[in-house]
């Protein structure tokens, strides 16, 4: 279940307590666009930048270790090459064969620790990222509570949320009021301009979170 999920399945269940509320008075109803906010806010970009660091650096590891087995493989071709050499006494081949077991078994050694490395790296990464972007989310999930007292709405439902079948969960709420734009602002309001997202740039999207 993705965490705008969650944030969904609450407005959900209000939703339908509402429809019966309606009917005793008028309530006021705003709407906010959840997956906006989180990919226009600055924090999420810069946050988004520093794995992005992290993630380049993981990647330089990786090509160095990469490196180093594609020399291994390039003296096991050339001793390969000298075992297949019939000028070559049987002697000299047993010496190059062995030295070609132990380059292979530390070829297969690198490229098992550079593998079990990569996972290892990118599972961290991908749990620090989840985090970051939660503790984010949240961060805008108060300031839409806030606003809300303030306002004294009394329901916000997030307009970008969809179903498990891709289907809106809000298709229509009459005289809504969209408080993306201003929630927004507030967000921005002390943002460094090399923080902010630039026009065009690939926002990442909510996170998914498994159980």
């Not at 000299?92 to 690198?110: D, P, S, V």
């Not at 498990?164 to 005289?175: E, G, I």
């Not at 993306?180 to 923080?195: H, Q, V, Y």
């Amino acid at each position: 279940m993705t965490l705008i999920r969650r944030f969904l399945a609450a407005a959900l269940a209000v939703s339908l307590v509402s429809v019966a509320a309606a009917q005793e008075g008028s309530l006021k109803i705003a709407t906010v666009d959840m997956q906006e906010l989180f990919k226009q806010y600055y924090r999420t970009n810069e946050a988004q930048k520093s794995i992005n660091v992290e993630r380049a650096r993981i990647q330089k590891d990786n090509n160095e270790r990469l490196a180093r087995i594609r020399e291994l493989e390039d003296t096991l071709s050339n001793l390969r090459k000298q075992l297949e050499d019939p000028s070559i006494n049987d002697s000299k081949k047993q010496t190059l064969f062995k030295e070609w077991q132990m380059q292979q078994q530390e070829g297969i050694a690198l490229d098992r620790e550079r593998r079990e490395f990569l996972q290892r790296r990118n599972q961290a990464l991908n749990e620090k990222m989840v985090q970051r972007m939660k503790g984010i989310l949240e961060e805008i999930r108060k300031l839409v509570e806030e606003q809300a007292k303030v306002d004294n709405y009394d329901y916000v439902f997030d307009k970008s949320g969809l179903s498990t079948s891709q289907v809106p969960f809000l298709l229509y709420t009459k005289d809504a009021t969209d408080i993306t734009a201003g929630l927004l602002k507030d967000l921005n309001k002390d943002a460094p301009a090399e923080s902010l997202p630039a026009e065009g740039e690939t926002a990442p999207e909510i996170p998914q979170a498994t159980e």
